[in-house]
């Protein structure tokens, strides 16, 4: 996983806000109608089963359940949300 300049500056806002020096980004895989969705938020501490990165500074939990479908995302920041680009699902149906 990689992280965009104009990213990482919002990511380390947010934290520096949150006045938590163990605080972290945790990107985890939520069930979504057609396959996994990656979303992410504010931790304090990672979750059991967690991997625990650094990545120029900022602390993220990658839920180990994703770490497949992260290896090649970069995280952006634009148009006031964070995009991943190089997301890749796992082939399967959509019901939606």
Known sequence: MKVTTEANEIFRKILTENENPQAG?????????????????????????????????????????????LESVTIHFEDGGFMLEGLHHHEGGCCC
């Open 25 to 69: 980004i945790r990107v985890f895989s939520n069930k979504g109608c057609c396959g996994a969705a990656i979303q992410m938020m504010l931790a304090e501490k990672p979750e059991e089963g967690d991997v625990q990165t650094e990545i120029d500074g900022i602390t993220f939990y990658q839920e180990s359940e994703a770490l497949e479908m």
